[in-house]
C-alpha cells in the first residue's frame, strides 16, 4: 500500500497569502495525484487531478506541482471560502489512497 | 446534473449488518465506475471499496475485506454496499463516489455508526 504523507497537519495564513501544500508518496505514483478540499458537514470536492489539471470550475489561483513521490497544491492568494483541509490522493494502484488532511485556517 | 444520494445509514449493535444504497442521477451509471469512500468523525478519507461498471472487477481495503460486499444494479442505477459483522472502527460517514482513478463526483454521504 502506498502511504501518503501531508505536511503541514495546519497551515495559519492570513487571506490574500499564498499557502503551499505538501503531499509526499511512500513510492511513485507517476502524476496519478489528486487534490480535494473538503469543508465542515460537506463532501469533498475535487480540486486537481492528473498532479497539475485543474477540475471543472476551479480558479486560477489554485495549482498543482510534482511527479513521483512529491507533490505541491498552492494557492496564490487566499480567499475566504479556502478556508478548509485539503487533501491528496494517488490513484496509481489499489488500493487507492489519502493522504491525512491539511487543514487551512485563518491567521 | 451529476447527482448521488445515499442511503441506508443508522445505528448498529457490534456484529450487525447494515446495506447502504447510492441512488445515481444526471449520467449513463452502467458506463462508469464506483467507489465507497468512508470518513470516520474528525478523520481523513479511507477508500473502501470499488466496482468496475459491469460489476467484474472489484476491490476492497484491507480493512473491510470478508465483512464488507459492493454490488450494483445498472438496470436501476443504483450502487450498494453491504456490511457484516460491523465493529466499532467502521463508524464514519460513508460516501459514494464516481470514476475509478480521481473522484470527481461525490454524494453527501450517510452516516454508519457501530455502537451498543
Known amino acids: 500500500e502506498i502511504v501518503m504523507t501531508q505536511s503541514p497537519a495546519t497551515l495559519s495564513v492570513s487571506p490574500g497569502e499564498r499557502a503551499t501544500l505538501s503531499c509526499r508518496a511512500s513510492?511513485?505514483?507517476?502524476?496519478?495525484l489528486a487534490w480535494y478540499q473538503q469543508k465542515p458537514g460537506q463532501a469533498p470536492r475535487l480540486l486537481i487531478y492528473?498532479?497539475?489539471t485543474r477540475a471543472t470550475g476551479i480558479p486560477g489561483r489554485l495549482s498543482g506541482s510534482g511527479s513521483g513521490t512529491e507533490f505541491t497544491l498552492t494557492i496564490s492568494s487566499l480567499q475566504s471560502e479556502d478556508f478548509a483541509v485539503y487533501y491528496c490522493h494517488q490513484y496509481n494502484s489499489w488500493p487507492r489512497t489519502f493522504g491525512q488532511g491539511t487543514k487551512v485556517e485563518i491567521k | 446534473e451529476v447527482q448521488l444520494v445515499e442511503s441506508g445509514g443508522g445505528l448498529v449493535q457490534p456484529g450487525g449488518s447494515l446495506r447502504l444504497s447510492c441512488a445515481a442521477s444526471g449520467f449513463t451509471f452502467s458506463s462508469y465506475e464506483m467507489n465507497w469512500v468512508r470518513q470516520a468523525p474528525g478523520k481523513g478519507l479511507e477508500w473502501v471499496s470499488y466496482?468496475?461498471?459491469?460489476?467484474?472487477?472489484?476491490y476492497y481495503a484491507d480493512s473491510v475485506k470478508g465483512r464488507f460486499t459492493i454490488s450494483r444494479d445498472n438496470a436501476k442505477n443504483s450502487l450498494y454496499l453491504q456490511m457484516n459483522s460491523l465493529r466499532a472502527e467502521d463508524t464514519a460517514v460513508y460516501y459514494c463516489?464516481?470514476?475509478?482513478?480521481?473522484?470527481?463526483?461525490w454524494g453527501q454521504g450517510t452516516l454508519v455508526t457501530v455502537s451498543s
Open positions: 513510492q511513485s505514483v507517476s502524476n496519478n
Open positions: 466496482i468496475s461498471s459491469g460489476s467484474s472487477t472489484i
Open positions: 492528473g498532479t497539475s
Open positions: 463516489a464516481r470514476d475509478w482513478r480521481w473522484f470527481g463526483f
